[in-house]
């Protein structure tokens, strides 16, 4: 199975320019991995390479292994509060103005990135600085918008599907699925209309033992909607042992109280089956598609039943994000891990983003984490992106 790097070639065919911002963005985070990792008295806000904006708490759906508003999820309770926090256009511009001179890869998503009034007006203000956007969205706002997403070039929007109709609406909401569909035709139409490669069209499939099963069948069914990468999310999950962890140690190391790790105990992984899903796999990366397959993280096929089935046992370590990447929250927060925003570094709106990058903070939790076995801390098993950039465990 391919790694993320794969999708260099596919937007080097659509777009040069395109691609070698994505290039850029992909050889800092390289740096990151050979360079020493230093806590403290170096700018490191120059190496930053990757940034999430967060643009919104809102999300119209409830998909059940969702860390945020699943059956576990964090947000519950919480959204009408938090969406009143919402950073503004301005707001987000202002760390636009900040960031664009480093040209890192930036990555908008939510929530569901279609609910933030502003993302059109941002995004394009993002791209005319000449910056690589990426939009992670759940495709069901996307038919009625397509016309402009193709007119603003934006360079990458992947849209979460993860199983045919029935299967897929179980998971992430009822009629989600032709949503869906009916946006990836309105995108091809427009793309061709205005005679546009641009954006290139990203599946996402999280890993469920609902779906696990359906996903040969569904790679091939995407070669109707001209997809050119299918990106097989393995998942996020934990469980008790891993959640009381990390709270023990966030709290003696860092003081820090965290909730956003147990929205990801769902136990969606029970029962999925190594060795099947193995062979799925292989049969999906055999197979002839018109688009590039890529799974998070690219699992040895002899360990995918210890990625289900023993979530203690790491496969990814020495996490580098918080030399080259972060995540800005809706409300201004800045946080190394996106989908943990438990740690603050500080907020846009009292300092400025290279203030937070290089402060007291962020450097605290770079010493931290330098000074675990393995570069990682215990709750950081299964973390997305450990998954996409951590280092590959022996045998893994
Ligand atoms: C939190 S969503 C936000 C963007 C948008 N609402 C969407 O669904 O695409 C970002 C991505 O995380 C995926 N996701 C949801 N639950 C997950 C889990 N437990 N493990 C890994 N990825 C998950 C979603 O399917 C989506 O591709
Ligand atoms: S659409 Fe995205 S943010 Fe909303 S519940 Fe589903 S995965 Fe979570």
């Known amino acids: 199975m391919k790694t993320n790097i794969s999708t260099l070639p596919v937007l080097f065919n659509k777009d040069c320019s395109q691609a070698a911002k994505l290039f850029r963005g992909f050889f800092k985070i390289g740096k990151a991995r050979f360079f020493p990792k230093r806590h403290s008295g170096c700018d490191h806000f120059k190496n930053l390479a990757l940034v999430y904006f967060k643009l919104t708490p809102l999300c119209n759906l409830r998909c059940v292994m969702c860390g945020q508003y699943g059956e576990k999820g964090v947000m519950h309770g919480r959204i009408a509060e938090e969406a009143k926090k919402a950073l503004s256009l301005d707001g987000w511009k202002k760390i636009v103005d900040e960031i664009a001179p480093l040209k890192p890869v930036t990555y908008l998503w939510g929530g569901e990135p279609f ?4 993302l059109f007006p941002l995004a394009k203000y993002m791209l005319d600085k000449g910056l690589y956007v990426s939009v992670n969205t759940n495709g069901t706002l996307m038919e009625k918008h397509a016309e402009q997403i193709v007119r603003d070039r934006w360079s990458t929007i992947f849209v979460s ?7 897929n609406d179980a998971q992430r909401g009822a009629g989600s699925y032709d949503k869906v569909i009916a946006g990836f035709k309105a995108i091809n139409e427009e793309k061709k209309r205005q005679k546009s490669k641009l954006p290139a069209l990203g599946v996402v499939s999280v890993v469920t033992n609902r779906n696990y099963m359906d996903l040969a069948n569904l790679a091939s069914a995407l070669d109707d909607y001209n997809i050119d990468i299918h990106m097989i999310n393995m998942g996020t999950y934990t469980n008790d042992n891993v959640v009381a962890a990390q709270k023990r140690f966030m709290r003696e190391k860092l003081d820090t109280d965290i909730d956003c790790l147990e929205g990801y105990n769902t136990g969606y992984n029970t029962g999925i089956d190594g ?10 990366h055999g197979g002839r598609h018109g688009h590039t397959t890529i799974a ?3 699992l040895n ?3 995918v039943n ?3 089935g023993e979530l203690e046992t790491p496969v990814r370590n020495n996490c580098i994000v918080p030399w080259c990447q972060a995540n800005v929250n809706y409300n201004g927060d800045v946080h190394f891990c996106a989908d943990y925003p438990d740690y603050i570094l500080g907020n846009v709106g009292e300092s400025s983003f290279r203030e937070i990058y290089n402060g007291e903070r962020a450097n605290r939790f770079r010493k931290t984490i330098n000074s675990c076995e393995g570069g990682m801390f215990p709750g950081c098993l299964r973390c997305y992106q450990n998954m996409l950039f951590g280092s590959k465990i022996k045998g893994f």
């Open 301 to 303: 096929p002899e360990k």
């Open 306 to 308: 210890i990625y289900y």
């Open 296 to 298: 998070v993280p690219a």
């Open 275 to 284: 060795h099947t899903f193995h062979k799925i796999l292989n049969e999906i």
């Open 161 to 167: 599907l993860d199983a045919f109709r029935d299967t």
């Open 115 to 118: 609910l933030y009034p502003d």
